[in-house]
């Protein structure tokens, strides 16, 4: 398997170094609503996850909530609440809407404010190598002591310090005693009325890149195998996290692969909750549905922008309908049955270049029209059946058929018989209209030559 990897500029070959392969992947800050760009990123993570234990390798996947922050303070005081109370209520809403998407869980999902001493210890030993330095009860990291720094962006220290001048990537404060601009905070001083922890340099609480270093080390050691986020996180995140690992660990790489995927576009802007320009995954589930939200990502390679329109979820959830009926609907055949194999191994094919989505689902829709056309030849279709649901499993995709009430049945049932006397009638218009009912019930039917099936949608 190919992946292309962040930190080379190139697509490599990929295994783990030793044992499960060891994925750390950055969560969310719950200060807002998740949106459909993280929805985005975490399908895609999921994505990845489960096509690695498809081929057989086992995966320890790591996933952190960022639950104190400038952000974080901020909006909990505006709405008169703890922002305690303000995290725990939207980790659950995005636990639940994660649930909608069909993402796996993570192994593990560290907290930042539960894993503070881990931080305080790996701090102190940056400072005590070096690498780091107090000013004035903040703590920075010396980017100057770390002579590759720059190395996963491909920025200079130059650019870094330019960037951080013009508050570039970071936060840049009146009353920072920096020895450099490009220097970063690994602990910051309280603030008056803000949460705090004691520590070695006075109370206050940690940056936000040291949580994600001191997690992924703590859960899964020295070095990952995969580290995954937005293409945003590039710098200063990951460049930051990078930097103060190694000098941690005294151990290279802390990552062997970096994957990024690209930004989810709402017009000509990034989807974000900090511009305010989001549509709320709670949303895309209620109009979409989790298959539909998953083919709308999916059916674009991961590193490429995707741009969000109705149209396109729209067309997720056609397409998502087309699949669940071609995997679903019976077949009576009785001749050779369809072979599925070409069919997995070009998506294996594409799976195994670079996570290539777009042409795994070709080869399932592919698949799909075989075996309806295979159905209508009268042929056995099981077999295709199970394949199609075994390799969309693998892209999280559920192909759930809905549950219909014992008391609807009957009714149903007198429909669709209403409907065939009036099309042997010739009474079209008035047979459309019943069809078109059942539709806005959410019926789906198949006319087939031994009668019409008819099956719940979605």
Excluded at 99 to 126: D, F, K
Excluded at 403 to 413: K, M, Q, S
């Amino acid at each position: 398997m190919k992946l292309y990897n962040t930190l080379s500029g190139r697509k490599e070959d990929f295994a783990p170094a030793d044992g499960p392969v060891k994925m750390y992947v950055c969560g969310v800050t719950p200060y807002d609503r998740s949106h459909l760009g993280h929805a985005m990123s975490y399908i895609i993570f999921d994505v990845l996850r489960r096509y690695l234990e498809y081929r057989g390798y086992q995966v320890r996947h790591v996933q952190n909530y960022t639950d104190i922050d400038d952000r974080i303070i901020a909006r909990a005081r505006h709405l008169g609440i703890s922002p305690q109370e303000l995290a725990e209520q939207l980790i659950a809403d995005y636990a639940a809407e994660m649930e909608g998407l069909n993402v796996l869980p993570a192994h593990v999902y560290p907290r930042a404010t539960q894993e503070i001493p881990t931080m305080i210890e790996m701090i102190s030993t940056l400072v005590d190598k070096g690498y780091a330095y107090v000013a004035e009860g903040d703590v920075y990291f010396r980017v100057s002591a770390k002579k590759d720094y720059g190395k996963l962006s491909g920025r200079s220290l130059e650019s870094a310090e330019a960037g951080a001048r013009c508050g570039v990537g970071r936060e840049v404060e009146p009353g920072e005693n920096k020895e450099h601009p490009g220097d970063f905070a690994l602990w910051k001083a309280a603030k008056p009325g803000e949460p705090s922890w004691p520590s070695p340099w006075g109370p206050g609480r940690p940056g936000w890149h040291i949580e994600c270093s001191a997690m992924s080390v703590k859960y899964l050691g020295e070095t990952l195998d995969i580290h995954g986020g937005g293409v945003d996180l590039v710098f200063p995140h990951h460049e930051n996290e990078i930097a103060q690992s190694e000098a941690y660990t005294g151990c290279q790489p802390f990552v062997r692969f970096w994957l990024h995927n690209g930004w989810l576009y709402l017009g000509e802007d990034k989807m974000s909750k900090s511009l305010g320009n989001i549509i709320p995954i709670a949303d895309g589930l209620e109009k979409y549905g989790g298959d539909g939200c998953r083919l709308f990502v999916l059916n674009s390679h991961y590193r490429s922008p995707l741009t969000y329109s109705e149209e396109a979820l729209e067309a997720g959830k056609r397409a998502a309908e087309r699949l669940r009926l071609a995997a679903h609907l019976p077949g009576d055949g009785k001749g050779s049955p369809l072979d599925p194999e070409a069919f997995r191994s070009r998506f294996i094919e594409a799976m195994e270049d670079d996570l290539n989505t777009a042409q795994a689902l070709a080869a399932l829709f592919d698949l799909a029209r075989e075996i309806n056309r295979g159905r209508d030849q009268g042929r056995p279709v099981e077999e295709a059946q199970a394949a199609l649901r075994e390799l969309a499993g693998v892209l999280g995709l559920t192909l759930a058929e809905g549950e219909v009430g014992l008391v609807a049945r009957p009714f149903i049932d007198l429909l669709v018989e209403l409907r065939d006397e009036l099309r042997e009638a010739k009474l079209y218009q008035l047979s459309d209209k019943v069809r078109s009912c059942l539709t806005d019930l959410g019926i789906a039917l198949e006319d087939t030559s031994e009668g019409t099936r008819w099956r719940r949608r979605g």
